[in-house]
């Protein structure tokens, strides 16, 4: 039990030299792509650039001791920092002290949430956020968080937490462009986009090998960071109005808990929640990804446990929210990255960088970092899911549109909730009338199809309704409905059978309901039979009155109820 709560000291056993060797090649690789990341993050959630590299230090040790992946890279994230902006700004302004307290405290209210999903086993509730949603959700982020980046590309001030107050602010403020700024912020958009699709074929053109390529590709924002930094150094850019990110504390953060404010909390606690969910979905999902190609698992409550000490880590050491992210946990795995421990290892990069290298981004522009987020996150967009979801599910596709809509004009917080809300009402209204089925023998066999689908054999005193969902008490009138219509219109039925193949639950409403056709079926002279009840809805029923008041018989199989019954009178 103790080594589950604290998986280091279940591979930590059999750590070696050649562990060691990968973990920290790997480290090394993230520390360098994590710099500018945590930066860029920290500033997206509208906080000084320090704190983006204080929630990247402690956070990946408390993971690596508590979490499961061997190679998810924990630290600020895009869609959670952009949470995180949304919620604290509507309660401080910033750049304010209260604004950077109330950023602390969400991320420990949500560590405190996740510990306790995950010591009580409710990462299911993380099920409530379906694939459509958290498609339209992060597409309209990405579109939101490009859009918001667009000031510091422009050089100018403007503000929103949708796109319709940014696009607006934005209006306002375009005669005031810097254009020094704009050929930056554009030119290191040109070179990122180009270092992604071309930088790895002229690597391998000049000899440089397969995977040392491939991982030279993936940490072109150092390039960038590193040429505009000299190129504003150099020029005194600053002079002509580039905003630059200027001083950053050097040393590492202090350590103290976070203000422990009643009203605060009770604020924050709704968001809190949804940034707990949004980021355990987007963790989890990266996670499994990574643990399925090395043929390894994770479990999904410990790493809640793993995210919550993370997000505790990243509060009392003066940081905010922080998951797994996608493309450094991708490279952390690509890099080799055998243990948890290239986590630590990252962690002590992070701090040296902290202590020593933050004078040698004073002249770093903000563009540079605005450039940085968009490329990352234009990536996240997939408009064309839409496209897709409206082929397949009319349903799916009006959750994730109506996700993408409220997200993008009333904010993140609204349209994570709308989503969700309508995920869980079209859920009820598709199982409260679920699908079903009279069936008949296929000719020669001992299956049972549709009878509108496939030619098949019936008897006209036997009818079977094979019902194809669980019956709980938002569909059990449903039922009670399906079966008087269809006694009502064959006189000759002298059994009906209710085929209950994908039955997995049967709860108290509808066993009265059950109840109530027996009852009804009894005073019409119709016979009352069950086929194909599972086992642990069996179990269930055996707890009842129904198998005792049942006018006909439970069977096994669907074919020994039709060569029973079609004989009989």
């Known amino acids: 039990m103790f080594k589950h709560y604290f998986p280091i000291l279940q591979w930590s056993k059999n750590y070696n030299r050649q562990m060691l060797s990968g973990d920290l090649i790997a480290a090394i690789i993230v520390t360098i792509m994590l710099i500018p990341q945590s930066l860029a993050y920290a500033l997206l959630a509208g906080l000084p650039a320090e704190v983006g590299l204080y929630a990247s230090i402690l956070p990946l040790v408390a993971y690596t001791i508590f979490g499961t992946s061997r190679t998810l890279a924990v630290g600020p994230v895009a869609v959670v920092s952009l949470m995180t902006a949304a919620a604290v700004g509507n309660l401080a302004i910033q750049g304010t002290e209260a604004y950077l307290t109330a950023a602390i405290a969400l991320a420990f209210i949500s560590g405190v949430i996740l510990i306790l999903m995950g010591i009580f086993r409710l990462g299911l509730l993380a099920n409530f956020l379906s694939h459509p949603v958290i498609s339209g959700f992060i597409t309209a982020s990405g579109i939101i968080i490009a859009a918001s980046q667009l000031k510091h590309i422009l050089g100018i001030d403007a503000s ?18 810097n254009y020094p700024t704009l050929v930056i912020g554009i030119s290191a958009i040109v070179f990122l986009y180009w270092s992604r699709k071309h ?12 995977r040392l390529a491939d991982l030279l590709a993936k940490t072109g924002p150092v390039f960038v960071v590193v040429i505009t930094t000299l190129a504003t150094w150099s020029g005194e850019l600053q002079s002509l109005g580039v905003k630059i990110i200027g001083d950053i504390p050097q040393g590492l953060p202090s350590l103290a808990m976070p203000a422990f404010d009643t009203d605060l909390w009770q604020q924050l606690f709704v968001s809190a929640l949804l940034i707990s969910l949004v980021g355990f979905v987007e963790s989890v999902s990266v996670a499994q990804t990574l643990a399925a190609k090395r043929r390894q698992r994770i479990s999904p409550d410990q790493e809640l446990v793993g995210l919550g000490a993370s997000n505790i880590a990243a509060a009392v ?13 991708v490279v952390n795995f690509d890099a080799g990255a055998e243990t948890p421990a290239a986590g630590a290892f990252t962690a002590v990069g992070i701090a040296m960088a902290t202590l020593l290298l933050t004078p ?15 490329v990352a996150v234009l990536s996240l967009v997939d408009l064309g899911a839409l496209k897709r979801t409206w082929i397949y599910s009319r349903n799916d596709f009006a959750a994730m549109l109506t996700t993408i809509i409220v997200t993008l004009v009333q904010g993140v917080e609204l349209g994570i909730i709308a989503g969700i809300s309508l995920s869980i009402v079209l859920h ?33 005193h036997i009818l079977t309704l094979r019902i194809d969902e669980s019956l709980y008490f938002a569909n059990a009138r449903y039922l009670e409905d399906r079966i008087y219509a269809l006694i009502s219109h064959n006189s000759d039925v002298k059994h009906l059978i209710l085929m209950c193949p994908a039955v997995n639950l049967i709860d108290a409403s509808a066993l009265e309901s059950l109840e109530a056709i027996n009852a009804r079926l009894k005073d019409s002279g119709v016979t009352f039979h ?9 179990d269930k029923l055996k707890r009842s009155h129904l198998l005792t008041d049942l006018t006909g018989e439970v069977f096994l199989s669907q074919y020994a109820a039709w060569e029973a019954l079609r004989k009989a009178p």
């Open 428 to 460: 009820l209204h598709r199982t409260s009338t679920p699908h079903s089925a009279l069936v008949g023998l296929v000719p020669g066999t001992e299956h049972f199809r549709n009878i509108d689908r496939h030619s098949v054999n019936t008897e006209k």
């Open 199 to 210: 930088l790895k074929t002229l690597l391998l053109s000049i000899g440089i090998n397969q």
């Open 530 to 538: 069950l086929s194909e009840v599972k086992g642990p809805v069996m």
């Open 360 to 374: 040698l981004i004073y002249f770093l522009p903000k563009a540079t970092l605005a450039a940085t987020i968009i």
């Open 160 to 177: 929103g937490h949708n796109l319709l107050d940014i696009l607006i602010s934005i209006e306002h403020q375009i005669s005031e462009v």
């Open 317 to 329: 050491s003066g940081g905010f929210p922080v998951t797994g992210g996608f493309s450094r946990s």
